[in-house]
Structures are given as structure tokens and as C-alpha cells.
Nanobody
């Protein structure tokens, strides 16, 4: 599975951004899709998870603010990020897990600043 993330950029505190992840296969054929983020010097952390059955899981730090979803296009997953905080600043990565393998896209930088 090849993954291409996009949509990062600069956002104001309290603002919104939407990240996109385009996969080389239909999202519905992949066991799970997820968004991770990483700050320099820290471990990569899971932000949101979307299972094939449509169920979702979120990190406590983003619950109620971030939403992971499938796009109308069959091979796209989004991460809608609202009420952004400075601590959301990170490089965000799209990940697909399928049949015991993990696939990673390149990161997209999100910067939240006043």
C-alpha cells in the first residue's frame, strides 16, 4: 500500500486544518488506517484510528477536536482538526495496517501558532 499525505500548513490557535491521505488501494480493503504525529525528540504517537468496520479511536488529547473519516473518493482518508492548539504542532503521518504489515506515508507538517 502506498500512502500520500497532504494538507499540512500553518494554522492559528483555535483554527482548523484538514489532512488528506491518498492510498493506492481502496480504504475499505485495508484493515486499519491511522494518523500519527511526531515532535522532534519525542516518540511518534497515535492520534486517530479508523478500522475497516468504520469504528474509530482517538488519543485523549484530541478527542472532541479531531475526526478521522473516509472520503467520498474510495481511496482517501481525512483527518479534520478543529480547535487547534500549539501542542498540536507536529509532523503528521498517515499509516495503513493490513495483513500484518504497516505502511507509512511521508509526513506533513502542521504548525499551530498565534
Amino acid at each position: 500500500v502506498q500512502l500520500q499525505a497532504s494538507g499540512g500548513g500553518l494554522a492559528q490557535i483555535g483554527g482548523s486544518l484538514r489532512l488528506s491521505c491518498e492510498a493506492s488501494r481502496r480504504i475499505s480493503s485495508i484493515d486499519a488506517m491511522a494518523w500519527y504525529r511526531q515532535v522532534p525528540g519525542k516518540q511518534r504517537e497515535a492520534v486517530a484510528l479508523l478500522m475497516r468496520d468504520g469504528s474509530t479511536t482517538y488519543a485523549d488529547s484530541v478527542k472532541g477536536r479531531f475526526t478521522i473519516s473516509r472520503g467520498n473518493a474510495r481511496n482517501t482518508v481525512y483527518l479534520q482538526m478543529n480547535s487547534l492548539k500549539p501542542e498540536d504542532t507536529a509532523v503528521y503521518y498517515c499509516m495503513g495496517a493490513d495483513r500484518g504489515y504497516d505502511y507509512w506515508g511521508q509526513g506533513t507538517l502542521v504548525t499551530v501558532s498565534s
